[in-house]
């Protein structure tokens, strides 16, 4: 089953800030965000590993609650190249299952 | 960055006709995998590879075959398209040094069933 993600979209001005969620029905062992651009295919942002490790490409932060199955994704000061559809993905031993996104539009 | 093609980029075809689209990767990693993008249902895993002729199912296999005969090819087939299979398809494989769910996309390709 799908991880659920909310809000389904966020419009935001810039250098406001934003968190987008991600809930998962099954035990979390990691959980992976990425964002995808109008047309283009999506691109890996960060993971966040059972017991607390962090790896990310971009200044962008995250938590990762084991216990609630949960994981969010905080926007803070947003830029205009932010916008985009936002994707967690549940990792599930070998491969991913992904939320439905959260459509985030940034104005100037 | 990795290297990763699909092709056909854009396809049209007809109800009951076979449609194969190919991924190729030069990274020569053991893992790759297809996906579909549909509105309201982000991705959703089809089938995926976890070396040469090892596949397995993903979320959405119903409808659709793969094989891997070489490392840097996996095959996806469409037996007899069916409207409901238009989508955007995309094929990925790990990221180079990273967890193999650190995953690098294909530019996808386009499939529209008549």
């Known amino acids: 089953q799908q991880p659920v993600q909310s809000p389904q979209a966020v419009i935001l001005r810039e250098g406001e800030d934003a968190v987008i969620n991600c809930s998962s029905s099954?035990?979390?062992?990691?959980v992976h965000w990425y964002r995808q651009k109008h047309g283009e295919a999506p691109v890996f942002l960060m993971i966040?590993?059972?017991?607390?490790e962090q790896k990310g490409h971009e200044k962008i932060s995250a938590s990762f609650n084991e216990k609630k199955q949960q994981s969010s994704l905080y926007l803070t000061a947003s830029q205009l190249s932010y916008s985009g559809t936002y994707f967690c993905?549940?990792?599930?031993?070998?491969?991913?299952?992904f939320g439905t996104g959260t459509r985030l539009q940034v104005f100037p | 960055d990795a290297g990763i093609t699909q092709s056909p980029r854009h396809k049209v075809t007809e109800t009951g006709t076979p449609v194969t689209l190919r991924c190729h990767q030069t990274?020569?990693?053991?893992?790759m995998y297809w996906y579909r993008q549909d509105p309201g249902h982000g991705l959703r895993l089809i089938h995926y590879s976890y070396g040469v002729k090892d596949t397995d199912k993903g979320e959405v296999s119903d409808g659709y075959s793969v094989s891997r005969s070489k490392t840097e090819d996996f095959l996806l087939t469409l037996e007899s398209a069916t409207s409901s299979q238009t989508s955007v398809y995309f094929c990925?494989?790990?990221?180079?040094?990273?967890?193999?769910?650190?995953?690098?996309f294909g530019p996808g390709t386009r499939l529209t069933v008549l």
């Open positions: 990274e020569n990693h053991r893992y």
């Open positions: 993905g549940a990792g599930d031993t070998d491969k991913l299952i």
């Open positions: 099954k035990a979390l062992y990691s």
């Open positions: 990925a494989i790990p990221l180079a040094g990273g967890h193999y769910n650190e995953q690098f």
């Open positions: 966040l590993l059972k017991g607390g």
